[in-house]
C-alpha cells in the first residue's frame, strides 16, 4: 500500500542534542512538508520541498534543518538551537495535481527534557 | 487578520443533531479546498474535498462559497464518533501553499 511513514512514533532526547526524524513516501509525490503542532493548537509550517534537491522555510524554521536527498524520503533535524522542541512533528506530501490533498503520516511525538 | 479562519470551538452537539461550521478565508487566490479531521494525538485525515458544486458522501456535506470567501462542513444525524477537531485547508493557485485553518473542535454528546 502507499502512504507516508514517520519513525519513530515516540522519540526522547536530553536537552542539547540533535535529533533526527524519519519521514519516507512511497507515492510518487514531488512535494513534502514539515509541520509542528502543539497542543491544542494548529498546524506550523517548518520546511516544505517541491523537488528533489530544492526546499524552502516555512513559518517556523529556525532551530530545524532538513534535506531532500531523494524524492521518497524528507528528514527533519530538529537541532539544539530549537528552544522548545517538544511537539507533535507531521510529515505530508502532495500530489502534483491543483485538487490533490495533502497525505500525513502518523506523525513523530518528540520530548526533550 | 488570519488567512484561514475557523471558530475554534467546541460545538457541543447532542447526537443525531445537524451541525454546520464554516472556514472564512482572505485570499482570493486560494483554489482547492479540503476538510480534515483529527482525532486527539493522531494526524489529520483527509474528509473530503470541496468543490463549488457541493460535495456529499454520506452524512457530510462540504460546500464552497467562492463570492463569500468560506467553506462549510455539514454533519447530519451526528454520532459519538464524529468528536474530533476539524480542520479546513486552502490551496493558493502557486499549488504548494497550502493555508490551514487552526480547526473547530466538535464533542457529539449522548
Known amino acids: 500500500d502507499g502512504g507516508i511513514t514517520q519513525s519513530p512514533k515516540y522519540l526522547f532526547r536530553k536537552e542539547g542534542q540533535n535529533v533526527t526524524l524519519s519521514c519516507e513516501q512511497n507515492l510518487n509525490h514531488d512535494a513534502m512538508y514539515w509541520y509542528r503542532q502543539d497542543p491544542g493548537q494548529g498546524l506550523r509550517l517548518i520546511y516544505y520541498s517541491q523537488i528533489v534537491n530544492d526546499f524552502q522555510k516555512g513559518d517556523i524554521a529556525e532551530g530545524y534543518s532538513v534535506s531532500r536527498e531523494k524524492k521518497e524520503s524528507f528528514p527533519l533535524t530538529v537541532t539544539s538551537a530549537q528552544k522548545n522542541p517538544t511537539a507533535f512533528y507531521l510529515c505530508?506530501?502532495?500530489?502534483?495535481?491543483?485538487?490533490?490533498?495533502?497525505?500525513f503520516g502518523n506523525g513523530t511525538r518528540l520530548t526533550v527534557t | 487578520r488570519k488567512e484561514v479562519e475557523q471558530d475554534p470551538g467546541p460545538f457541543n452537539v447532542p447526537e443525531g443533531a445537524t451541525v454546520a461550521f464554516n472556514c472564512t478565508y482572505s485570499?482570493?487566490?486560494?483554489?482547492?479546498f479540503f476538510w480534515y479531521r483529527q482525532d486527539c494525538r493522531k494526524e489529520p485525515k483527509l474528509l473530503m474535498s470541496v468543490y463549488s458544486s457541493g460535495n456529499e458522501d454520506g452524512r457530510f456535506t462540504a460546500q464552497l462559497n467562492k463570492a463569500s470567501q468560506y467553506i462549510s462542513l455539514l454533519i447530519r444525524d451526528s454520532k459519538l464518533s464524529d468528536s474530533a477537531t476539524y480542520l479546513c485547508v486552502a490551496i493558493m493557485d502557486s499549488n504548494y501553499q497550502l493555508i490551514w485553518g487552526a480547526g473547530t473542535k466538535l464533542i457529539i454528546k449522548p
Open positions: 485570499n482570493s487566490a486560494s483554489q482547492s
Open positions: 505530508a506530501s502532495k500530489g502534483g495535481a491543483l485538487n490533490s490533498p495533502l497525505h
